[in-house]
């Protein structure tokens, strides 16, 4: 090594003594010899990142070399439309002369290419690529997470942590990519399977557009307030818990569609289903103990679009303002769901109520387990 590459590393290994000034002495050489530059390796200093810089070495396609002129230019696909296409997925747009991309890049390209070629919509790719890149990013904020807490040990050093997430992350990314493949397999079957193309279809040539469903939407009662209580990594084992049970009872052909914090959205074409799903959630809050916020649940029914697998339609925004209304511990729904249901469950009238956002009064209902001698009855 060069005299000058070692008075370089001498100032980036400022304060540091002993075995801790030794480590990262090697982490430096290692990193430098394997080709990262000595800015890159000083700015990762001065960031206090130098001990996940192998992991990053680790997941990139190489060093960059392309733009995104090159990458047009190579995959066949305008530069316009790759920029769209990043911007979807949430990554970083590249300066024009900036080679930054690299042969991962390219490949990406080259695919898309080939699925627009086979005639998919343009802007529907780009909002297939906006739900990979939400679903993604979750991905690898929770495998990130479950490695760094997994693997931390007390007394590491820069080089023990980063070699050590180096080698993790070989292992673990063609696992990881494995277990997407099959896990979007299943979700693409089970969607073929409920999907219905009939005669109407055929002769239009477009695929069914709204579709009659039944939403619900359960949220933690008190949630905001104990966010005041309980340090961050609680409250967000408090929302994992309730991501588990939703994702729990939502067996076929109640789907979960999505969890934001403090809440868990649910669809199905049926409503028993649907009020089985919620009457369980509901439960399964009550049995989690004093440690578990309770739960509250609201039900509604009709049409809605289906986009980006998410959902847009009167019933979503109805059950939503539902939900915010409903006592802690009950399922609330619209009189569109008790009709539907009328005589599968237990059912007291809670009255018509003022929605904020939907012009009428809303006719409401509480939803229970039906027991014998049960019947609709008032409740106050």
Not at 39 to 52: K, N, P, Q
Not at 250 to 256: G, H
């Amino acid at each position: 090594m060069a005299d000058t590459t070692q008075v370089e590393f001498e100032e980036l290994l400022d304060g540091l003594e002993g075995e801790e000034r030794k480590a990262r002495l090697d982490l430096l050489r290692a990193l430098h010899d394997g080709g990262v530059p000595l800015d890159e390796l000083r700015r990762a200093v001065e960031e206090e990142r130098l001990a996940l810089l192998p992991v990053e070495r680790v997941l990139s396609g190489g060093d960059g070399k392309y733009t995104d002129a090159d990458i047009a230019e190579r995959s066949g696909v305008p530069a316009e439309i790759l920029q769209e296409h990043y911007r979807a997925l949430g990554l970083r747009l590249a300066e024009p002369d900036e080679r930054v991309l690299d042969d991962d890049d390219l490949e990406a390209a080259c695919q898309l290419k080939l699925l627009l070629d086979a005639g998919l919509d343009q802007q529907g790719v780009i909002e297939v690529a906006r739900v990979i890149g939400e679903g993604m990013a979750r991905a690898a904020d929770a495998i990130g997470s479950l490695v760094g807490r997994s693997l931390l040990r007390p007394g590491d050093t820069e080089r023990d942590l980063g070699l050590r997430y180096a080698e993790v992350a070989r292992a673990l990314t063609p696992i990881a990519g494995r277990q997407f493949e099959y896990v979007f397999k299943l979700h693409l079957r089970d969607f073929i399977r409920n999907e219905v193309v009939g005669r109407a279809e055929l002769e239009t040539g477009e695929f069914p557009g709204s579709e009659t469903v039944t939403v619900c939407f359960a949220d933690l009662v008190g949630f905001t307030k104990l966010g005041e209580q309980l340090p961050p990594d609680e409250l967000g084992h408090v929302a994992g818990r309730l991501a588990q049970m939703a994702a729990d009872v939502a067996s076929p052909p109640v789907r979960l569609v999505k969890t934001i914090g403090d809440a868990a959205m649910l669809v199905s074409p049926d409503t028993g289903p649907m009020l089985d799903a919620a009457l369980e959630l509901i439960g399964r809050a009550d049995e989690a103990g004093e440690d578990f916020p309770m739960l509250r649940s609201g039900v509604a029914r009709g049409e809605v679009v289906g986009r980006g697998g998410d959902w847009y339609g009167r019933p979503v925004n109805v059950a939503s303002r539902v939900t915010a209304i409903a006592r802690p511990g009950s399922v609330l729904a619209t009189d569109s769901v008790h009709d539907a249901a009328r005589d599968a469950y237990a059912w007291s009238a809670a009255g018509r109520r003022k929605l904020k956002g939907v012009a009428q009064p809303v006719p409401l209902y509480r939803a229970r387990p039906k027991r014998d001698g049960d019947d609709t009855r008032r409740d106050g």
